[in-house]
């Protein structure tokens, strides 16, 4: 038990799923594990385990941007024993070849967070993805016929910038592919305790265009990507 998890020690299975919304981590868990059982509730951050094609895995609801995220991870890795984590969740694009629907895998992940820089100065560090994860999830998209792009994303901390979206057009210039919020603590702290980490995103809007999908269309790129990175977790 932690200050922000309840669950026993054996608890979470070595591999976890990480979307933000925990109404997300209870349908996942729900819709895709067999036998699941709530072993979070804390602050109504849910976490459930189960199996999925007979390995066991977890899902665990991380809130919204990275001071929040690394609160759950840094408690999983080191409380928990968790040895795979693998975000899920959408982003913006930041280019038009990125479409709406597509798969983002995070190789990299810039951000404008202040985290990092008193533990790792004066060095910028580079929070990438697993090399493992990364190609499993690669095959499997392509195997699948999704259209998926695997490229630097960036994590703000700032959601409504007021600076608009001209902010990001340093980064699109040097490919970087979309924003989300998460990822670059995500890989940070997975690095720090030797664990592996990919985040898996699908693109709900454009910068570039200003389109959004539909409710129906993200109910869809959801199913698309939760199959995906528990495929990329339980690999046949």
């Known amino acids: 038990m932690t200050p922000h998890l309840e669950a026993a020690p054996d608890d979470y299975a070595e591999t976890v799923l990480l979307p933000g919304d925990p109404l997300r981590a209870k349908w996942i868990a729900e819709t895709y594990f067999d036998q699941p059982r709530q072993v979070n ?13 007979g390995a066991p895995v977890s899902v665990q609801a991380t809130g919204m941007g990275q001071p929040s995220l690394g609160i759950y991870v840094h408690e999983l890795l080191t409380s928990y024993g968790v040895k795979n984590l693998i975000r899920v969740g959408t982003c913006g694009a930041l280019t038009d070849k990125v479409g709406l629907r597509d798969i ?10 202040a985290m990092n820089r008193d533990v790792l100065a004066p060095f910028n560090f580079a929070p990438c993805a697993d090399y493992t994860l990364l190609s499993r ?13 695997a490229g630097g994303i960036v994590s703000s901390d700032v959601f409504y910038h007021p600076a608009g979206k001209d902010v990001y057009a340093p980064l699109a210039a040097h490919g970087v592919l979309a924003v989300e919020m998460e990822a670059a603590t995500l890989y940070t702290l997975a690095a720090r305790a030797g664990a592996r980490a990919l985040a898996i995103c699908a693109v709900s809007d454009s910068l570039v265009t200003g389109k959004q999908i539909s409710a129906g269309d993200r109910q869809s790129s959801l199913d ?4 995906l990175a528990l495929g990329t977790a339980a690999p046949d």
């Open 137 to 149: 999830a690669a095959g499997l998209a392509a195997e699948r016929g999704l259209t998926w792009h």
């Open 224 to 227: 698309e990507l939760v199959t």
């Open 41 to 53: 509730g804390v602050r109504n951050c849910l976490g459930f385990t189960g199996t999925y094609r």
């Open 104 to 113: 983002v895998l995070g190789t990299a992940a810039s951000t404008d967070s």
